[in-house]
């Protein structure tokens, strides 16, 4: 998956566009106990942890946990921009109705 993810601290700085990987999610999912099949759909929580894994991975220094990030940003703002992901993604021939 790659999803887009614009963040905006409203801290002066310009927002930043950050996209995911297997490695962001998959983390993820480890942290929060969460499996992208479970269909419980994706939240503000989702994005700030995704986010938050990104902007560590890029040496961004902040706190431990992303609820404690957050914590200390209580007016960012974060949307999802984009998402990049392959939706054919087994290389195979579209059929009739895909």
Excluded at 61 to 79: F, H, S, Y
């Amino acid at each position: 998956m790659k999803i887009g993810l614009e963040v905006d601290l409203n801290n002066g700085e310009p927002a930043q566009t950050l996209y995911t990987n297997m490695f962001v999610i998959t983390e993820w999912e480890s942290l929060e106990n969460r499996k992208i099949s479970d269909g419980r759909g994706m939240g503000f929580g989702d994005m700030c942890c995704w986010a938050h894994i990104i902007l560590k991975l890029a040496g961004a220094k902040l706190p431990a946990t992303w609820k404690q990030w957050v914590k200390e940003n209580p007016e960012m703002t974060i949307v999802s921009v984009e998402d990049k992901t392959n939706p054919n993604h087994t290389g195979g021939e579209l059929t009739e109705g895909n």
